[in-house]
């Protein structure tokens, strides 16, 4: 199993997950971040001065899938949050050791 942990703009969280609903995607989790890329925030002016603003609002979404899957949902990901601007965002994924569905106690692939 992997989780995919995408950090995409808060805009697009809709778009997001109107598509993983139609892909083998079993649960999402979702925290609203803050945080910066290459470009260390934005510069903007008030007031005529110009300040910079480091850490910007994003949306973080988790979310674990079975390994099998893991291509198409970074590609669902991928085309529903994507803009073309700076900032569109970034995919993370790793391995997951083990899943355990509380009420059931089913683990690994099965608890997804
Ligand atoms: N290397 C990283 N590690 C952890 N979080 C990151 C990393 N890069 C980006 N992020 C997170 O993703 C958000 C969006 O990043 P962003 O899309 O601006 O990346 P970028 O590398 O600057 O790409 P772009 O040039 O398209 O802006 C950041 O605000 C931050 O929360
Ligand atoms: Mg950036």
């Not at 992997?2 to 925290?31: F, M």
């Not at 949306?59 to 073309?84: L, N, P, Q, R, Y």
């Amino acid at each position: 199993m992997k989780q995919v942990t995408a950090i995409i703009r808060s805009e697009r969280l809709d778009a997001v997950k109107e598509a993983l609903e139609k892909v083998e995607c079993k649960g999402i989790t979702v925290v609203d971040v803050k945080g910066r890329g290459e470009q260390l925030g934005i510069e903007e002016k008030y007031r005529g001065k110009s300040y910079r603003i480091d850490l910007l609002p994003k949306v973080k979404i988790v979310t674990v899938v079975h390994d099998e899957v893991v291509d198409k949902i970074i590609d669902t990901i991928c085309e529903a949050a994507h803009t073309g601007h700076i900032g569109d965002g970034k995919i993370f994924v790793t391995n997951v050791e083990e899943v355990v569905k509380i009420r059931t106690n089913q683990r690994g692939d099965d608890a997804l």
